[in-house]
């Protein structure tokens, strides 16, 4: 009895396979803001610098374009990389109509630029 037991467990062992890690993301977000100015540039900034794995990459108040980078998101879907985006906007102030132009997702893995 006990070598079925063994035999059996034998068997199931394979089939129980340790978790894997979380796949993690980087995305950028491309972001028309109307009416951006220097003050809410300026709070944008404020917003995005004691973050951890986000930051500012492109911001022009003259057309009101930002680009937003978030690393290590867990998350590769394009409608929560938009809430992040407009959480992170509201926060620094920023009421105004916003248009996402382009929305950029890619899995983060080894041998990456």
């Not at 894997?20 to 003050?39: C, N, R």
């Not at 998101?73 to 105004?96: N, P, W």
Request: glycine share 8%; aromatic share 6%.
């Amino acid at each position: 009895m006990l070598s079925l037991i063994v035999f059996l467990l034998g068997l199931a062992l394979p089939l129980a396979t340790p978790p894997t890690a979380a796949a993690t993301y980087d995305a950028m977000a491309v972001a028309v803001i109307d009416g951006l100015d220097d003050a809410q540039l300026a709070n944008l900034a404020k917003q995005v610098g004691p973050r951890r794995g986000v930051t500012l990459e492109y911001s022009c108040a003259w057309s009101g374009l930002v680009v937003v980078k978030f690393a290590d998101i867990s998350t590769g879907e394009r409608a929560d990389v938009v809430t992040m985006a407009r959480r992170l906007f509201d926060e620094a102030g920023i009421t105004a109509k916003v248009d996402f132009v382009h929305i950029h997702i890619e899995p983060k893995g080894t041998g990456k630029c």
